[in-house]
């Protein structure tokens, strides 16, 4: 083991902080640098400034260090939440999120997230520290000892390692450059013990620092592509266009808008790229989903990838008779990546390029005097989404005692259209479905969520780099299920004191409370402690905690909230029979259909 095991983590900050390169005092010796250093020089000439992560051997110091350099480092309680906060930092801010851990159990709590970000295409590096690599490679046994490239490989994007402090440059160059470019994914960066303490002549190593010039190259669509797909679009006699979170990564809001207005087509928004133009617009169609998607001829695809979340093409959803039968719709895919195409169906015109170049190439070739979609199918739309938000009106006007999801997210809906800048964190099964349908979001990047796997756990996390990152009030409302994968994060926003409004809609379990043991044994598996007080744990810390009965009082204590910007828990007593198997997916639920 390196002398990092034997050695306290103040002595060794004691006998680092001399040898610091740069900012410190003038020596008489060549001064030198080492790679605790060099490492953060790396992150902060790369404009990376905020670390999430969580300290221990042999990364300690590293933490101390950065935040002793102006760095913004939130210690979190479980690598986990550190994880998921980087990755969500990452889509809010096309910075990729940096995640901090210690070696092997630090690490593997750490790579759920990792993982995370790979498939959301989230840019985040997770950063471990890592043991001796001659005693993990001769499996000898060291202090958490783990040979965690290899383990990450799979689900990252890119791996590297880096074990000379002349290599920290190229490493992080390559980490950021990974993690940004093309399709913008996890990239995990593997720093053993050793290398931390490594010094090299201060000059050499600040030449061998990389700023990274242009980490995210655009990538112009060919112009046939173009063609092709307007050609196509133009021909449509049923269009629709798919906004996927490729589209609100890609901050390209204006001209998106333009291009979807422009068009005059129905839209429809993937979950997490609501608000790109707000949900109350006249074109969109989340409220006809379900006629939309068969109903089509040509579907535009704008960053959405045709995954599980629009049933991969195909099916009864889109008009299929039986699960793998085409609709028979024509698609054409704006995307990144030259292989997402043909993934599922056939993609008639594939548009390959980022976001931002693809939109505005397609904006330009359709020139001034664009045909608005027949207006046969766009009255067949709007008469189908009036009646279906007639209805979801008089479901939320109603006030049933015990409060319903839809009684109380009213009040969220409400509040939302209130502060349209709040940043809204969802997760939960029916407490994810029903807040997806029912609260309008109003701009981009506001409403982030569970993603591509619908993973519980993102909640704390994403609260701390939402406020973190963009100084706005945030709004999670959660699952009870879903805030205990995270819920020991409220101490980290107490600590930080962010705005933080955290609303549980407590129904006593996953799903529903109602279930029972058969052999009446134990708990049913689904079923939590009835009526538990979760404020509390708000309240433990320093925080607002409200235990919230009827709307009204969810009502006042949300607006309390945001007046106050205090972290605040609200726990909204949901009727425990109001939720269904699985929310919105129960055809995915095999054991759904031979019910007990
Ligand atoms: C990491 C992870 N573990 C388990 C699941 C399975 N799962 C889906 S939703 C859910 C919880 C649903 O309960 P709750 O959050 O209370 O929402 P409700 O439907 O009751 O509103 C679980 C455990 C998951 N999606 N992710
Ligand atoms: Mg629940």
Redesign the pocket.
Known sequence: MTDTATKTPERAAAEATPKIGSGSDAQAQPQEIDGFQLVIDALKLNGIDTIYGLPGIPITDLTRRAQANGMRVLAFRHEQNAGYAASIAGFLTQKPGICLTVSAPGFLNGLNALAHATVNCFPMILISGSSEREIVDLQQGDYEEMDQLAVAKPVAKAAYRVLHADDVGVGIARAIRAALSGRPGGVYLDLPARLFAQSIDAETGSKTLIKVVDPAPRQIPAPEAVTRALDLLRSAKRPVIVLGKGAAYAQADSDIRALVEKSGIPYLPMSMAKGLLPDTHEQCASAARSFVLPGADVVMLIGARLNWLLSHGKGKTWGGKSAKDWGGQKFIQVDISPQEADSNVRIDAPVVGDMRSCVAALLAGMGANWAKPPGEWLSAVGEKKNGNIAKMAETLAKNPSPMNFHSALNVVRDIIKANPDAILVN??????DFTRSIVDMYKPRKRID?GTW????VGMGYCVAAAVTTGQQVIAV??????G?SGMEVETICRYNLPVCVVI?N?N????GTDVDPTGRDPAPTVFVKSARYEKLMEAFGGVGVMAATPSELRSAMEEAIRSRKPTLINAAIDERA?TE??RITSLNPAAKKKP
């Open positions: 997760e939960g099964a029916n407490a994810l569970v619908g993973i519980m756990g959660e699952g009870d299920s879903a805030f994968f809609m129904n379990g996953v799903y529903k939720g699985s929310g």
